[in-house]
């Protein structure tokens, strides 16, 4: 992750009008004040004096005043596929593409309900015009709930002074243009950065190849996961993130991703021939391969808060680590005697003995129902 200071420049802006003279007067120079508030010194090259003066000018803390980078950093959703395949980049915008009913308002609902009271978090909404069943659950996590675009860039300016913005908004915004102007309008340098999550409540991104213009993140939903209850939905292979091609992503990780895609997909060929002719036909070393990839797809399922109601479990926050090294355990052969059913709706994978890692293992006959 890369973690860079930066000055609250909007902020500073706001509570000392006159920020030259103000400076001047508190014994400060006013170019050092101008070339911190244009990124020309870096913050962290700033005298600590200088900052404090700056602090007490605008009459908050220090930690209100420097806030930490919107350089691109990955953000942890404890989602494992979302962290796994398609990181969520902080400061940037993720699009899903999905048709109603795959469950795209409840993985909104639930970052914001995670956003909000593990990493404390503004959650805004951009309500939909066109209000669809899932929007309940939605509004349920939503902080603050907006209809027109003054609405959202008003609120959005307001929280963001101390805290870092999670917007949720439609399709519908991108179409009428009104997302870009928006966001032109929020782009103040220094300031923090506002994470946009895009829904398609009418369905129609699926049909399309560009279905958001750029986005940082695209989760794509899939039927055929949403029918078989695989939730969340997100496809482990269509779903992508910039911070991948930027090489933002630790070696170990990219690496892991990479393994697991490859597994899933050849899992998934495997799956239609196991439909149409049965397990019993797959040559044994593709068995090996078919049973990871559904055990693997299995422990990609993640409980979550919001749907408990379904899922009958609690919601889990799996932190990044759990996640590649339960990835990696799996590919690695240890769950290969565990029931694929105790690996679905999990957080992290806790396999009790834990076996040691090896195609040789022993299977485990135990059988839990979930
Ligand atoms: N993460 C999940 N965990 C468990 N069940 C889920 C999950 N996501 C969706 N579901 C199931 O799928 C159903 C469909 O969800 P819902 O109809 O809210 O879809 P949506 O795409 O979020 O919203 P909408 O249909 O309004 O666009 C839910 O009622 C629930 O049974």
């Known amino acids: ?196 999550v895009l829904v398609d409540t009418r369905g129609e991104s699926m049909d399309e190849d560009v279905p958001y213009g750029p986005l940082d993140t695209m989760w794509r939903f899939d039927a055929d996961m949403s029918a078989r209850t695989m939730y969340p939905a997100v496809d482990p292979v269509a779903s992508t993130s910039t911070i991948l091609e930027g090489a933002q992503l630790e070696a170990a990780h990219l690496a892991i991703q990479q393994r697991a895609r490859k597994l899933l997909r050849r899992y998934r060929e495997l799956r239609s021939l196991v439909q149409a002719r049965g397990e019993a036909k797959l040559p044994e070393a593709e068995l090996a391969t078919y049973r990871r990839g559904e055990r693997l797809e299995a422990f990609l399922t993640q409980p979550f808060h919001v749907a408990e109601a379904y899922t009958k479990r609690p919601g889990e926050w799996t932190a990044l680590a759990d996640t590649l090294d339960g990835v990696r355990r799996i590919m690695d052969g240890a769950a290969d005697g565990t029931d694929v059913r105790r690996l679905k709706y999990i957080g992290r994978l806790e396999l009790e003995p834990d076996p040691e890692p090896g195609p040789e293992l022993e299977p485990e006959t135990k059988e839990v129902t979930l």
């Open 1 to 196: 992750m890369i973690d860079e200071l930066q000055l609250n420049v909007p902020l500073l802006r706001r509570r000392v009008p006159n920020l030259t003279a103000a400076a001047r007067a508190a014994g400060l120079r006013p170019a050092t004040v101008s070339n911190l508030c244009t990124g020309k010194i870096p913050v962290g090259r700033a005298e600590v004096r200088t900052v404090a003066i700056l602090a007490a000018l605008a009459g908050c803390t220090l930690d209100e005043l420097i806030i930490r980078g919107s350089a691109a950093s990955v953000i942890e959703t404890g989602i494992k596929t979302l962290d796994l395949f398609a990181p969520l980049v902080r400061g940037g915008t993720a699009g899903i593409v999905a048709r109603p009913g795959m469950g795209q308002l409840v993985m909104l609902s639930e970052l914001f309900r995670r956003f909000r009271r593990e990493r404390g978090y503004a959650t805004v909404l951009w309500r939909p015009r066109d209000d669809s069943p899932g929007i309940e659950d939605v509004l349920a996590e939503s902080e603050t709930v907006c209809l027109a675009q003054e609405e959202v860039y008003a609120t959005v300016s307001a929280l963001r002074d101390d805290r870092d913005v999670l917007l949720g908004a439609d399709r519908s915004v991108v179409l009428s243009g009104e997302m870009m102007a928006l966001r032109e309008r929020l782009q103040e340098a220094g300031s923090r950065p506002v994470t946009i």
